[in-house]
């Protein structure tokens, strides 16, 4: 049974680093075409693809923001890191991690639960 | 990047209806397009993969179909449960994109 969890703080000041973990398990990060991805959601509006790292350390990131985002991964506590640096209350959202994999059949089909992280001074 | 445009934006129904849903790509995708219904508070879950396939558990009154660049999503005969917001997510290529979302509400 795949799980995945989010976790980071629900406050940040602008211009702050935002760091959030997802947490997962029932999958392996070492296993061929298995990917994890980071999509956010502001209040109110429509998701936003933010970031994806596979099992061989390939990494993707949304253009408009790929010069603030890293996300890295520990394949050992099966946890995958992103870091969004010069936070701005644009940034307010609900953000979710989601299982992935180079097969469709497999792509974005399990999902955490979202943590809200909300940019204000 | 490849630009979904979701129609429509809003949709008005009533239990037992048939409605459908559109999503055009800006540029051809073949048929790698997800359907994903959200409801309040609640992670998007995921309906259709590869355009036309149906995520195991999901009731047969869902159906998507479509290639290239329009795909839509059918829902058969309306239940109270599927008035939500639907999103579609292309993974042709980077950045994947999602549509705008539909927001069904009940008439």
């Known amino acids: 049974q795949i799980t995945l969890k989010e976790s980071g703080p629900t406050l940040v000041k602008p211009t702050q680093t935002l760091t959030l973990t997802c947490t997962f398990s029932?999958?392996?990060?070492?296993?061929?075409?298995?990917?994890v991805g980071w999509i956010r959601q502001p209040p109110g509006k429509a998701l936003e693809w933010l970031a994806l790292i596979y099992w061989d350390d390939d990494k993707r990131y949304s253009p408009s923001l790929k010069s603030r985002l890293t996300i890295t991964k520990d394949t050992s506590k099966k946890q995958v890191v992103l870091t969004m640096t010069n936070m701005d209350p644009v940034d307010t959202a609900t953000y979710y991690c989601a299982h992935s994999h180079h097969t469709s059949s497999w792509l974005y089909d399990y999902w955490g639960q979202g943590t809200l992280v909300t940019v204000s001074s | 990047d490849i630009q979904m445009t979701q129609s429509p934006s809003s949709l008005s129904a009533s239990v037992g209806d048939r409605v459908t849903i559109t999503c055009r790509a800006s540029?051809?995708?073949?048929?790698?397009l997800g359907w994903y219904q959200q409801k309040p508070g609640k992670a998007p879950k995921r309906l259709i993969y590869?355009?036309?396939s149906l995520q195991s558990g999901v009731p047969s009154r869902f159906s998507g179909s479509g290639s290239g660049t329009e795909f839509t999503l059918t829902i058969s005969s309306l239940q109270p449960e599927d008035f939500a917001t639907y999103y579609c997510l292309q993974h042709n290529s980077y950045p994947y994109t999602f549509g705008q979302g539909t927001k069904l509400e009940i008439k």
């Open positions: 029932g999958f392996s990060l070492s296993t061929s075409g298995v990917g």
């Open positions: 590869t355009a036309s």
């Open positions: 540029q051809g995708i073949r048929n790698d």
